[in-house]
C-alpha cells in the first residue's frame, strides 16, 4: 500500500470519527512529523496555512496536539495510543449518549398490530447477526437448539452467553459439522451439549454454481429461529439471516422439526 494512501486512509478514518477534513489532515501531517509548523504543515497536508491554525485549535482542545508557544508557533500530535485512547474514549461516551436517547424516544402508535405468529425478517452484516444471536441466547428461558458450519459462526461473546445460558438451566445443544469443531465448542463452552450432524446437505451448497452455504441454524425457546447464511466462495460477501418468530410460523414448525429430528436420529431415546 503506497504512503498516499496510506494518509488518505488514515484522514478518512479519523472524520468517520468526527474530525473534521483539515483537523484529520493536519493531525495525520503531525504525526509523520516529529513536531512543525503551520507553514510545514500545511506543505506536507495541503490545508491552507491560514485553516491550519483553526484545525490546530480544535485538535488541541480535543486533547490531540500539543503547541508550543514560540515564534513561530510549534505543533506536534501526541503519542498514537493516547490519542487513540482519546478517541475511543470520545466515541464511547458518543454511542452511550445516542443510546440513552434512542431509549427515551416516545413510540408512536400504529394502526394495527403485527401478527406475532407469521413474523418473518431478514438482517445482514456478520456483527449484527452476531448481536441478534447473542440477544436471543441472552433472553432465552427454556431451550437452545444450533446447527453450526464452522467455528467463526460462534464468536466468544456468542459462546460466553451459550454458557450463561446453560448455566442457568436452559438446554443447550449444538449440532457441528466436524468432530473438530465439536471439541473445539467443549474447549470454549461448559453446560452445553454438542453432537456431530449428519445433516451435510443442510449446511452445504446443493448444487453446481450454488456456494451459498448455511453458516448458523438456531432455534430458540420453540417460537424463534435464526438461520444466517453467506457466499462460501467471497470473504467479503455479506452474511444474511432470516428471522422467524411464533410457534404457529411456518418457519419456525419446519426448522424445529428438522434440527428434533436431527438430534433425535443421533440421540435416540
Known amino acids: 500500500m503506497s504512503d498516499s494512501s496510506v494518509t488518505g486512509d488514515a484522514v478518512e478514518t479519523l472524520q468517520e470519527l468526527g474530525l473534521k477534513e483539515y483537523e484529520a489532515k493536519c493531525f495525520v501531517a503531525l504525526s509523520r512529523l516529529s513536531q512543525g509548523t503551520a507553514k510545514r504543515i500545511s506543505d506536507i497536508s495541503d490545508v491552507p496555512r491560514t485553516r491550519v491554525y483553526d484545525a490546530t485549535r480544535v485538535l488541541q482542545a480535543r486533547g490531540l496536539v500539543e503547541v508550543q508557544h514560540s515564534n513561530p508557533q510549534q505543533f506536534r500530535a501526541v503519542d498514537v495510543g493516547i490519542a487513540i485512547q482519546t478517541l475511543k474514549s470520545e466515541y ?48 432465552s428461558s427454556d431451550e437452545i437448539r444450533m446447527l453450526v458450519r464452522g467455528e467463526h459462526c460462534l464468536p466468544s461473546r456468542v459462546l460466553e452467553a451459550l454458557t450463561a445460558a446453560g448455566q ?79 410457534s404457529n410460523n411456518g418457519l419456525v414448525v419446519v426448522l424445529s422439526r428438522v434440527l428434533s429430528r436431527e438430534q433425535n436420529q443421533l440421540h435416540p431415546s
Not at 102 to 119: F, I, K, R, W, Y
Not at 181 to 195: C, G, I, K
Not at 227 to 243: C, G, K, N
Open 92 to 139: 464511547e461516551k458518543q454511542v452511550a449518549d445516542l443510546r440513552e436517547l434512542l431509549e427515551n424516544l416516545e413510540p408512536v402508535q400504529t394502526d394495527a398490530a403485527g401478527e406475532s405468529d407469521q413474523e418473518v425478517w431478514t438482517l445482514s452484516e456478520k456483527t449484527a447477526i452476531t448481536s441478534r444471536l447473542e440477544q436471543l441466547v441472552d433472553e
Open 168 to 246: 442457568r438451566g436452559v438446554s443447550v445443544s449444538i449440532g457441528t459439522a466436524s468432530e473438530e469443531l465439536e471439541q473445539a465448542l467443549l474447549d470454549r463452552t461448559s453446560h452445553v451439549e454438542t453432537f456431530v450432524t449428519n445433516a451435510d446437505w443442510l449446511l452445504e451448497p446443493q448444487q453446481d454454481g450454488d456456494d451459498v452455504v448455511i453458516n448458523c441454524m438456531a432455534i430458540v425457546d420453540g417460537s424463534t429461529v435464526l438461520v444466517s447464511s453467506a457466499r462460501e466462495s467471497s470473504d467479503t460477501a455479506p452474511e444474511y439471516a432470516t428471522i422467524g418468530n411464533g
